[in-house]
């Protein structure tokens, strides 16, 4: 008899997974390679930005007080005692209706209190001295960029676990900080089964087709964060598929294998994890695709028995490998993003389990608009390519109807959700 599997809801099964903390370590770099890596400690502010008080504009530094008579008709001459470009600094104090030359960035000189921008003053030509006329008022601070009021020293920038962008990189830089702590990117080891599969330079063969999953599941590992490990793919042997497994677990921090893990004859994730005596969580979700995806744990690591079918695979993946791995790179925003969007297309035919559609976000008149981006069948590869989202299509006897409020999870936003999962619903107009 056919093994009878009890699906459990999306939510119970992510609920399930994100009891286990996979362990998060640490590691440093440096600058040059932080970009998408997520930070292991607070950024903070080691100094006040500007660190002192400086000019905006090219222009003149002056004492604002000195211009207190100034006005069209009645023009106040200074002397220009000085000139500065930005990484200099005019040394001495300032007197009463001398101003300094000074380059946007360069520090503001001893006594000046407010900058004349070159535009607004006359330089007077054939003096003796060189000197301006200045023909309104100036208030003090006009025109001064404060020590401080970018950031003031001590400040919590970034958070540990933010995804480092290029501005975090910035922020990195601005402060010093040639050597980063991030996360270091767990290991998972990638196993593809099925006796069907070719590498992807050889030639079609009859009843064969390319390892797809393999490498998607790699890009995927990629984009969330962590260190893909490739073990090849093995055709459906389960001595050969034992021994693989076992040599993965011990050198990766999580696995995840394709294929092979439904009830057919040639299905052998069941029996192997049965074999390890890891602890399956579940081997069936309400939902599709993706509904035999399975996760077991065994002592620290989780093993993911992901579907052959390469859009229940991916699906699987961003609901249940991401999110755990994400956790253990200090991430307090693990899950996909939820969002608001309105079905783009009827979908009429219901489904008992929620349905994962692949889908292409637009943005009409403000509005987010979701359609599936291909054939929402399991076995169906080309629909992914155009994927950046995914509609969630709660399960039910009713299909669904375009201009319906829907909620949709986005692929590639870098924000992450704390947890997505409330309120799934979909309503009527
Ligand atoms: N009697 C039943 N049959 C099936 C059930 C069921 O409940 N009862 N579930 C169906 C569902 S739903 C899915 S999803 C699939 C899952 O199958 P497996 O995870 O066991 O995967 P395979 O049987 O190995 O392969 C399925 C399909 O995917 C292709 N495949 C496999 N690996 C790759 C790869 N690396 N790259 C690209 N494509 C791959 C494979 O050739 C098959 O076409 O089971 C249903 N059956
Ligand atoms: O698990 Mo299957 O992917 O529901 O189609
Ligand atoms: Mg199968």
């Given at each position: 008899m056919v093994e009878k599997r009890k699906p459990i809801p999306v939510e119970e099964a992510i609920s399930r997974v994100m009891k286990y903390k996979t362990i998060a370590d640490k590691e440093v770099i440096t600058i040059e390679e932080s970009f998408g890596r997520f930070l292991a400690e607070d950024l903070i502010?080691?100094?006040?930005?500007?660190?002192f008080n400086r000019s905006p504009y090219d222009g003149f530094a002056i004492r604002?007080?000195?211009?207190?008579?100034?006005?069209a008709n009645h023009p106040v001459r200074f002397e220009v005692v000085g000139e500065i470009g930005a990484?200099?600094?005019?040394e001495e104090e300032v007197m009463p209706f001398q101003a300094v030359r000074i380059m946007t960035g360069a520090q503001i000189p001893q006594g000046c209190d407010a900058v004349v921008m070159l535009e607004l003053v006359k330089e007077l030509e054939g003096q003796e001295r060189p000197a301006i006329l200045i023909k309104r008022l100036f208030k003090k601070g006009d025109n001064i960029s404060y020590q401080g009021e970018d950031t003031e020293k001590g400040t919590v920038l970034v958070k540990k676990g933010t995804q480092i962008n290029p501005g975090i990189v910035a922020l990195l830089a601005t402060f010093g900080y040639s050597k980063v702590s991030v996360a270091k990117r767990p290991v998972i080891g990638v196993i593809a089964t099925g006796t069907e599969l070719l590498n992807v330079d050889e030639p079609l063969a009859p009843g064969k087709i390319r390892n797809s999953n393999a490498y998607m599941i790699m890009a995927q590992i990629d984009r969330a964060g962590g260190q893909a490990k490739y073990y090849g793919k093995l055709n459906d042997d389960f001595e050969a598929c034992l021994t693989a497994t076992k040599q993965a677990l011990s050198e990766v921090d999580m696995l995840i294998t394709t294929g092979?893990?439904?009830?057919?004859?040639?299905?052998?994730v069941p029996v192997i994890l049965k074999e390890l005596g890891a602890e399956v969580?579940?081997?069936?979700?309400?939902?599709?695709?993706?509904?035999?995806t399975t996760v077991a744990n065994l002592g620290e690591k989780m093993i993911y028995g992901l579907s052959g079918n390469p859009s229940a695979c991916y699906v699987g993946f961003e609901l249940f490998v991401r999110p755990v791995l994400r956790q253990a790179l200090?991430?307090?925003?693990?899950?996909l993003r939820k969002t608001k969007a309105t079905?783009?297309?009827?979908?009429?035919k219901p489904n008992p389990f929620m349905r994962l559609v692949r889908s292409r976000v637009d943005y009409v008149d403000g509005q987010l608009v979701a359609s599936p981006s291909?054939?929402?069948?399991?076995?169906?590869?080309?629909?992914?390519?155009?994927?950046d989202c995914l509609m969630l299509l709660p399960g039910g006897t009713r299909g669904y109807e375009k201009g319906m409020d829907i909620d949709i999870l986005l692929l590639?936003?870098?924000?992450?959700?704390?947890?997505?999962?409330?309120?799934i619903v979909a309503s009527y107009k």
């Open positions: 502010a080691s100094h006040d930005v500007p660190a604002a007080e000195d211009t207190k008579e100034a006005s990484g200099y600094v005019f092979g893990v439904s009830v057919g004859d040639y299905d052998y969580l579940f081997n069936k979700v309400a939902m599709r695709p993706g509904s035999v200090f991430n307090n925003f693990p899950h079905l783009g297309v009827d979908f009429t291909g054939v929402d069948k399991s076995g169906i590869v080309s629909s992914l390519g155009g994927a590639e936003d870098t924000q992450g959700s704390e947890w997505p999962w409330s309120n």
